[in-house]
């Protein structure tokens, strides 16, 4: 079965200062891994997607996340958080057999603090 | 805009009603899912449809529920005899086509409270 796991329900991080967010999965074979965030009352934004190639990923609003195959993690990272950023951040694999399907962790909140 | 739109945003119906929650998709976007989101969880995987037919239904909770989209754009997602655990977000989402590198552009959402 394909799975996230996303450790921690909150991240707590100084505007300025780099952030990271945690995303662990478990998938048989190579995995299709996705960050998505969310902001209050509006739908999840797509930020940017590994499915093969380069391990460090370059996204929207100068997020990236660097795909590790030995620790079997995908971890989101900003070198330099803004308050804008706090927000809700989802990580997602998507089923290799069945393309229709994401299987989402149980998201991360992020506080930036001015 | 040119993105995903659900409607309502928001409804509060009673145990036991019935409840049609709306979503458009962006256009041209033959894939469509819908997702539920619980309190403190991720989004989880209710049905495809690909075109008009659902390609898989598997993430269904049980026949309470049932989607259709006879025209292969605006889906409705039907939920009959609501029970107070329904209660949720109702996500939708749209692509291009299924293959392993298209990301899903999502709705805003349909905040679903059974009283």
């Known amino acids: 079965a394909q799975s996230v796991a996303q450790p921690e329900d909150q991240v707590n991080v100084a505007e300025g200062n780099p952030l990271t967010v945690k995303c662990t999965y478990s998938v048989s074979g190579n995995p299709y891994l996705f960050w998505y965030v969310q902001y209050p009352n509006r739908g999840l934004q797509f930020l940017l997607k590994?499915?093969?190639?380069?391990?460090l990923v370059k996204g929207s609003y100068g997020f990236e996340a660097e795909f590790n195959k030995s620790q079997t993690s995908f971890h989101l990272k900003k070198p330099s958080a803004l308050v804008s950023d706090s927000a809700l951040y989802f990580c997602a694999v998507r089923d290799r057999y069945n393309f229709n399907k994401f299987y989402f962790g149980s998201g991360t909140k992020l506080n930036v603090k001015p | 805009g040119a993105g995903v739109s659900q409607t309502p945003s928001n409804k509060v119906t009673e145990k036991g009603k019935y409840v049609e929650l709306r979503c458009d998709p962006i256009?041209?976007?033959?894939?469509l899912y819908w997702y539920r989101q619980s309190l403190g969880q991720g989004p989880e995987f209710l049905i495809y449809f690909q075109g008009t037919g659902a390609a898989d239904d598997s993430g269904l909770p049980n026949d309470r529920f049932f989607a259709v989209r006879p025209e292969g754009s605006v889906s409705t997602l039907k939920i009959q005899r609501t029970e107070r655990g329904d209660s949720a977000v109702y996500l939708c989402?749209?692509?291009?086509?299924?293959?392993?590198?298209?990301?899903?552009?999502f709705g805003p959402g349909t905040r679903l409270t059974v009283l």
């Open positions: 989402a749209s692509s291009a086509a299924v293959t392993s590198y298209n990301e899903q552009f």
């Open positions: 590994y499915i093969t190639g380069d391990n």
């Open positions: 256009s041209g976007h033959t894939a």
